[in-house]
């Protein structure tokens, strides 16, 4: 199972809107909408932002969104903040009844 | 609270073992799912696999099938996971996180990560 694939980074002005893709196959992001967010300060453990393509767990902000076209999902985070730079990462379920991870983003706020 | 605490840093040798422990707290232990996820130094996340602390069911990546077994101690709400044949390359953080079923994701609250050396 190869990683997902994201751009190796991203970045953005203070206010600004970014988008991250994570594009996958017909045997993982296109053929289901478990796709999941996670958001990683360096040495820390991951922070699930997003999960079912674009549901948000209870206390994430609604600056962070997701969505699913195809075989390619997408992470927007609107109003960037200086909290945001981080690591981020997609995860699909699979039809081999697993998990696979993104390569990973690096998010810079400017 | 829900906590997940692991076991601390370890450092092994090429060939050994390593067993590292997820401690879980806050919440009906068999109701979760647990999964298993790593981070070479410098990487991403990697899936190792999925456990289901309530019947002992399991599921891991293609590429630790074979060398990796995880168990649980329902007396202690512990899962654990054991990496065998260790190789320089498995050096990394390991984290265990936890999934209700159905959600299809790796986890909404994780351990604060094992670091595990292997090392000559």
């Known amino acids: 199972q190869s990683a997902l694939t994201q751009p190796a980074s991203v970045s953005g002005s203070p206010g600004q809107s970014i988008t991250i893709s994570c594009t996958g196959t017909s045997s993982d992001v296109g053929n289901y909408n478990y796709i999941s967010w996670y958001q990683q300060h360096p040495g820390k453990a991951p922070k699930l932002m997003i999960s079912d393509v674009s549901n948000r767990p209870s206390g994430v902000s609604n600056r962070f969104s997701g969505s699913k076209s195809g075989n390619t999902a997408s992470l927007t985070i609107s109003g960037l903040q200086a909290e945001d730079e981080a690591d981020y990462y997609c995860?699909?379920?699979?039809?081999?009844?697993?998990?696979?991870f993104g390569t990973g983003t690096k998010v810079t706020v400017l | 609270q829900v906590q997940l605490v692991q076991s601390g840093a370890e450092v092994k040798k090429p060939g050994a073992s390593v067993k590292v422990s997820c401690k879980a707290s806050g919440y009906t232990f068999t109701s979760y799912h647990i999964h298993w996820v790593r981070q070479a130094p410098g990487q991403g996340l990697e899936w190792m696999g999925i456990?289901?602390?309530?019947?002992?069911?399991?599921s891991y990546a293609q590429r630790f099938q074979g060398r990796v077994t995880m168990t649980r101690d329902t007396s202690t709400s512990t899962v654990y996971m054991e990496l065998s044949s260790l190789k320089s390359e498995d050096t990394a953080v390991y984290f265990c996180?936890?999934?209700?079923?159905?959600?299809?994701?790796?986890?909404?609250?994780w351990g604060q990560g094992t670091l595990v050396s292997v090392s000559s």
């Open positions: 456990f289901n602390p309530s019947d002992g069911a399991t």
């Open positions: 995860s699909s379920y699979t039809s081999s009844n697993t998990y696979v």
């Open positions: 996180g936890r999934e209700y079923p159905g959600n299809y994701h790796p986890g909404d609250y």
